[in-house]
């Protein structure tokens, strides 16, 4: 079964404007990470929030973590054309043996 | 620092032939290394992964196998190619499992 399940599949924004994706997951993590892909290309990895931390700042990437909720949130605020890529979460779950899992990706569309 | 190297970019193979991807890891010793597959617009499907020369685990039963000969080499492989096997190929290590992610550019295999 899926672990992580992003919100919206798809977003499309003006630059400019911030973008947010959304992350809910299943089962009791040990850290959640966030991903960036280009089209064509190999993930690159944003940020690692572990369970005990609730914010994380990285440049214009603000990750947040609700573990009552089981869900996590990317916010990249003041968005270029450069950030046009799809997002992956991915959760550190505590039953899968230091395995990730990934989930189905939010597809950003940042328009000039 | 570390780099990745995942060849071919692209392979186009017909069914029933055989297959092998290869992947190095460069300025690190021991990484944890991963074989992902991603169909077009979704997320990764973990295929098998390593902590060790020789050690491999196999994530979901299939036409394909790896191996690790050396401690920086994984390789894909298939006696015989499926239409199934067609997809976007990609090659990740990290320092332990859990932990962040680092991944090659990816083959794109396609079977006619």
């Known amino acids: 079964s899926q672990q992580g399940e992003e919100d919206p599949q798809a977003l499309s924004i003006q630059e400019g404007e911030n973008a947010t994706m959304n992350c809910s997951y299943k089962?009791?993590?040990?850290?959640l990470q966030w991903y960036r892909q280009n089209s064509g290309r190999g993930l690159v990895h944003l940020i690692l929030i572990r369970s005990n931390e609730r914010e994380k700042h990285s440049g214009r990437l603000r990750v947040t973590l609700d573990t009552s909720k089981k869900s996590s949130s990317l916010l990249i605020t003041a968005s270029r054309a450069a950030d046009t890529a799809s997002y992956f979460c991915a959760t550190d779950a505590y039953n899968q043996g230091g395995k990730l899992i990934f989930g189905q990706g939010t597809e950003l569309s940042v328009k000039p | 620092s570390q780099t990745i190297h995942q060849w071919p970019a692209t392979l186009v193979q017909p069914v029933g032939s055989p297959l092998s991807l290869e992947c190095t890891v460069e300025g690190t010793s021991n990484p944890n290394l991963y074989w992902y597959r991603q169909a077009a617009g979704r997320g990764l499907q973990l295929l098998f992964y390593s902590v060790g020369i020789g050690q491999i685990s196999s994530e979901v039963p299939q036409n394909l196998s790896a191996s690790r000969p050396q401690d920086r080499q994984f390789i894909l492989s298939s006696k015989k190619l499926l239409l199934s096997d067609s997809g976007f190929y990609l090659c990740?290590?990290?320092?332990?499992?859990?932990?962040?992610?680092?991944f090659g550019d990816g083959t794109r295999l396609s079977i006619l």
């Open positions: 089962t009791s993590i040990n850290n």
């Open positions: 990740a290590w990290s320092v332990n499992r859990g932990e962040p992610q680092h």
